[in-house]
């Protein structure tokens, strides 16, 4: 479906087919294809020595990715598709409409067709964040998540919603009013990323850890800087880690970028990358003495979980969503609680096993998600 302020189209199977298999084809090429420049700099930083002469952390920095193969797809979708579209509303059959986004939500005129009797709507809600913690967003942000909300609440025939914390939000949100059936689907807690042969192999020099998400408030990265510059201070300029923070600019982080940009006392230590590939990213996490996420709020966080299926060391913010999806896979911190999470960095760096825990979890992969989600809106139609 293309369900766009401007009309909506529907799609056939073939014709989702052949979209959904040209996508899949530029992931592959993007699989087998050579490393970017901006992931083969970092490598040849983390396997040398800690420089002396930088006065401000490095920052290897991709240009976001251009939309516009998005926008030609929903557009050939709308131009193929009305006929199509117009069928299904008329046909009276009875067809279930699954919206997996947060997208368009906050325009509820979009979705007033979905009263069409035969038609049953199912929405997946990720999180309330903007709702819960407007101080992380941008202005508007908590009202148009309010919109978001109250279409779902209006139209959903069911839910799905990412972790239980996201349903306690939800519920907390809809009061008194009538919540729909609402099932957990968890998302995946491994990644496929292809061949990691043709990766160049590297040992890094000096132990680092990871940070993976946008660079935005509501991940607590100033703490996590803050932390940083205490290590150094403590355990000397030769000994202290690297920290490479994975992810693109968000917002609310005015005091994180003015450090990733002047900040001399990172300098040596901090290294800002985006634009990796999920291959790279992958290799990465593979040689990264542990990964940390100390987020005030999450839905779900897929990092951490990512990490812990592959063996690496977590330290993680102990918050609801935290300690539901990783269970005894992390070192959990108190989100402000500098010191815990400074003696944590310190004991992985050291070795420490008792620190490095793997995920005990059973593999939970997107074709499990994905069949999970189906059958749950079976059982939510059939009831």
């Known amino acids: 479906m293309a369900n766009t302020p401007f009309g909506r189209g529907a799609l056939t199977t073939e014709e989702m087919a052949e979209l959904f298999h040209n996508i899949e084809r530029t992931h592959k090429l993007d699989a087998c294809s050579n490393p970017r420049e901006n992931f083969l700099k970092?490598?040849?930083?983390?396997?040398g020595a800690l420089?002396?002469?930088?006065?401000?952390?490095?920052?290897l920095r991709a240009r976001d990715k251009s939309p516009s193969d998005s926008l030609w797809s929903v557009a050939k979708a709308l131009l193929r598709g009305r006929k199509l579209f117009q069928r299904v509303l008329r046909d009276g059959l009875p067809t279930t409409y699954l919206h997996v986004s947060h997208l368009q939500l906050d325009q509820p005129r979009c979705f007033e067709w979905l009263q069409t009797q035969h038609i049953l709507p199912f929405f997946f809600v990720?999180?309330?964040?903007?709702?819960?913690?407007?101080?992380?967003?941008?202005?508007?942000?908590?009202?148009?998540?309010?919109?978001?909300?109250?279409?779902?609440?209006?139209?959903?025939?069911?839910?799905?919603?990412?972790s239980q914390f996201t349903r306690t939000s939800l519920e907390r949100y809809a009061n008194n009013r009538n919540l729909p059936d609402c099932r957990i689907v968890p998302l995946a807690n491994i990644i496929d990323t292809g061949d990691h042969t043709t990766l160049p192999d590297f040992r890094a020099d000096v132990p680092f850890f990871l940070h993976v998400g946008t660079i935005e408030g509501r991940k607590n990265i100033a703490h996590l800087l803050t932390v940083w510059r205490a290590l150094i201070q403590r355990v000397g300029h030769q000994r202290a880690p690297r920290l490479?923070?994975?992810?693109?600019?968000?917002?609310?982080?005015?005091?994180?970028?003015?450090?990733?940009?002047?900040?001399?006392?990172?300098?040596?230590?901090?290294?800002?990358?985006?634009?990796?590939?999920?291959?790279?990213?992958?290799?990465?996490?593979?040689?990264?003495?542990?990964?940390?996420?100390v987020s005030i709020t999450e839905g779900f966080?897929?990092?951490?979980?990512?990490?812990?299926?592959?063996?690496?060391?977590?330290?993680?913010?102990?918050?609801?969503?935290?300690r539901e999806v990783l269970g005894d896979a992390a070192t959990f911190v108190g989100i402000h609680d500098g010191e815990s999470l400074l003696r944590a960095v310190l004991a992985i760096t050291k070795g420490d096993m008792g620190t490095q825990k793997t995920s005990s979890r059973a593999e939970f992969s997107w074709d499990t998600h994905v069949e999970l989600a189906l059958s749950s809106i079976e059982d939510m139609t059939r009831r």
């Open 42 to 47: 970092l490598l040849t930083i983390l396997a």
């Open 126 to 162: 990720h999180d309330l964040i903007p709702i819960e913690y407007p101080e992380f967003c941008s202005p508007s942000a908590a009202e148009r998540h309010a919109r978001r909300m109250d279409t779902i609440l209006r139209y959903a025939q069911g839910l799905l919603v990412n």
């Open 51 to 59: 420089p002396e002469e930088r006065s401000s952390p490095l920052s």
């Open 301 to 322: 966080g897929l990092p951490p979980v990512e990490a812990a299926r592959l063996g690496v060391p977590v330290i993680a913010s102990d918050i609801p969503a935290h």
């Open 244 to 293: 490479v923070i994975v992810g693109r600019r968000g917002w609310e982080c005015e005091t994180v970028v003015s450090a990733l940009d002047r900040s001399r006392e990172l300098a040596n230590h901090v290294i800002e990358v985006s634009g990796l590939s999920d291959r790279e990213l992958h290799g990465l996490m593979g040689k990264a003495s542990g990964l940390i996420t």
